[in-house]
């Protein structure tokens, strides 16, 4: 019997159960480097996982690097894989080193940086807003000539967090001086070595937000599914709906899919899977926001191209990190549904008590799955600083109206409640 592949995935928090159910029902098993919050007995228990291998990518990249080769000599696995955006380098390297299928170091280091993706868009001749890069907070002058609104944002962050809307240029110097000062509370170390902490000052794209989640297998790439996100005017961005399949003409559609399979050429990204956000300026012209090499999400956005778009990205993702040819390159996927996915707004923020409304929710015949990132007791930040979702509801419709009326069910009947705050 030929042996089952096996693929080190990296950084997979082991609650969060997308790619680990995938890998089961692909046949693969996993070791799993568990994500720095994780607990090694949570990652042993989580689906497919056979063996559990700590690496601290953050503390010191390269003996972590040395393990996973250390690990690879004992016993040659198949793939590797990154489970959350800030590995991804980490991985590309490892891949490289091993000689694994995965992206080139320098395509790593151009989706963590918002600058070099930017940049690369012009030299592509794709659309991109006009833009400014920061690298102090007393800069902020430089970035009066561009066209207002604009965003102000780390250009390496992630969930929105120090993102802030400017509507004229009497607020710039107070945003830039917010989101620099949120850059030097939490994302210190969390951005590619040259250049991490910069600021971006962007034109604002007006119209709304969709992303794209798609499949990458030897240089060609497939948008798997395109999810509507809707309209996010600031001026901070708390994303709270997504739902799959956007509903758009097919020129657009078109457009979206060109824009974003062009942006893989442009950034170098040849295998795995990518989130792409981006902005359809009024209404029918799509313009970049950013891209990952990853599944979007923390993994969510599988669920959205699983029934909204037939495939099974995770379970695909893993593959195309194995080496091997994914599915849908040669059955035509069969899209389930509708998919829609809330994420219930942090809103003041405070000391979690407890998510009011989830258990009825979670006995709602149209929820697949609700996840709880973090629990009572947890300190939420509201935004423009973020530290985390309080509760992800996953479901499927029968229609995108029928998701949209859901969506302000959950809104009306979901709520965070925070203690009361004491001196
Ligand atoms: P992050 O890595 O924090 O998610 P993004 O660049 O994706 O950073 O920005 C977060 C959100 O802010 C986007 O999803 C979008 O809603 C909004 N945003 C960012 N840049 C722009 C822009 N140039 N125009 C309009 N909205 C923007
Ligand atoms: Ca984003």
């Keep these: 019997m030929p042996q089952r592949p096996k693929l080190l995935l990296v950084g997979q928090l082991s609650t969060l159960p997308w790619v680990f159910e995938a890998a089961e029902r692909a046949g693969i098993d996993l070791i799993l480097a568990p994500r720095g919050d994780d607990t090694p007995e949570a990652a042993a228990r989580a ?117 802030i809307r400017v509507d004229d240029k009497d ?32 034109e604002y794209l007006d119209g709304p937000e969709i992303s794209a989640e798609s499949l990458v297998h030897h240089g060609t790439v497939r948008v798997c599914a395109v999810s509507w996100k809707g309209e996010l005017t600031g001026p901070y961005f708390e994303e709270t709906t997504l739902r799959a399949p956007a509903q758009l003409p097919a020129e657009v559609l078109a ?43 923390g993994g969510f956005m599988h669920h959205l191209v699983d029934v909204g778009g037939g495939i099974d990205l995770a379970a695909e993702a893993l593959r195309v990190h194995l080496g091997l040819e994914p599915l849908c390159w040669s059955e035509e996927p069969v899209p389930a549904g509708h998919a829609a996915a809330y994420l219930v707004p942090v809103g003041t923020g405070g000391r979690i008590s407890a998510v009011r409304g989830l258990d009825a929710v979670r006995e709602d015949p149209r929820v697949d799955l609700v ?51 004491r001196s």
């Design 47 to 163: 689906a497919a996982v056979v063996e559990v291998l700590p690496l601290d990518v953050d503390g010191d990249q390269e003996a972590a690097l040395a393990a996973v080769a250390e690990r690879y000599r004992r016993e040659p696995f198949g793939g590797i894989m990154a489970g959350n955006e800030k590995v991804v380098p980490f991985v590309a390297r490892a891949a490289r080193e091993l000689g694994l299928t995965g992206i080139s170091e320098q395509a790593a280091a151009v989706v963590r940086d918002k600058r070099s993706m930017r940049r690369l868009l012009r030299e592509a001749g794709l659309g991109a807003p006009g833009f400014t890069v920061l690298e102090g907070p007393d800069d902020w002058t430089e970035a009066l000539t561009l066209r207002f609104p604009v965003v102000v944002k780390p250009a390496s962050g992630f969930s929105s967090l120090g993102v």
């Design 171 to 202: 607020g710039l110097q107070e945003a830039v001086a917010r989101t620099w000062e949120l850059v030097e509370t939490h994302l210190r170390g969390a951005g590619p070595a040259a250049g991490e902490g910069g600021v971006l000052v962007e």
């Design 255 to 297: 457009a979206v899919e060109a824009e974003v399979v062009a942006a893989h050429h442009a950034f170098g990204l040849t295998e795995g899977t990518t989130h792409t956000e981006l902005r359809l300026v009024g209404g029918v012209r799509p313009v970049l926001l950013e891209m990952g090499a990853r599944i979007g999400g």
């Design 371 to 421: 996840v709880q990132t973090v629990g009572p007791g947890a300190v939420l930040r509201p935004y423009p600083d973020w530290s985390g979702y309080p509760a992800i509801v996953l479901s499927r419709h029968t229609s995108d109206a029928e998701a949209a009326a859901f969506r302000d069910h959950l809104a009306s009947t979901l709520h965070v409640v925070y203690e009361e705050e």
